[in-house]
Nanobody, 126 residues
Framework: QVQLVESGGGLVQPGGSLRLSCAPSAPTFSSYAMGWFRQAPGKEREFVATISWSGAFRYYTDSVKGRFSISRDNAKNTVYLQMNSLKPEDTAIYYC???????????????????WGQGTQVTVSS
């Protein structure tokens, strides 16, 4: 069973930056796309960003375009979410997700992800 571990969340002031990381608890040896989702209090989980296996395809939800950047280091089996110019409305639990083996295309749909991390809290507040 694949287990994903997120890190890098915390409390930051508006306009600040954070970088989230996500890696499996054990090395994996297949190819797959990754994504980030978030869930704010009282709201449904929503798509944030996705990246293909090669990294050539990246897609973001409109509200984070120009502020967030998704990247990956396949040698380290790690995906990152660089978040700049953070706003209070970015406050949420952020989840990384992995598609099944050899599903290498990015996706905005939560149902297309097979594995999920436990989430990391991001709070943007002064």
């Amino acid at each position: 069973q694949v287990q994903l571990v997120e890190s890098g969340g915390g409390l930051v002031q508006p306009g600040g930056s954070l970088r989230l990381s996500c890696a499996p608890s054990a090395p994996t040896f297949s190819s797959y796309a990754m994504g980030w989702f978030r869930q704010a209090p009282g709201k449904e989980r929503e798509f944030v960003a996705t990246i293909s296996w090669s990294g050539a395809f990246r897609y973001y939800t409109d509200s984070v375009k120009g502020r967030f950047s998704i990247s990956r280091d396949n040698a380290k089996n790690t995906v990152y979410l660089q978040m700049n110019s953070l706003k209070p409305e970015d406050t949420a639990i952020y989840y990384c997700a992995r598609r099944s083996d050899y599903s290498t295309s990015g996706s905005t749909r939560a149902l297309e992800y097979a594995y999920w991390g436990q989430g990391t809290q991001v709070t943007v507040s002064s």
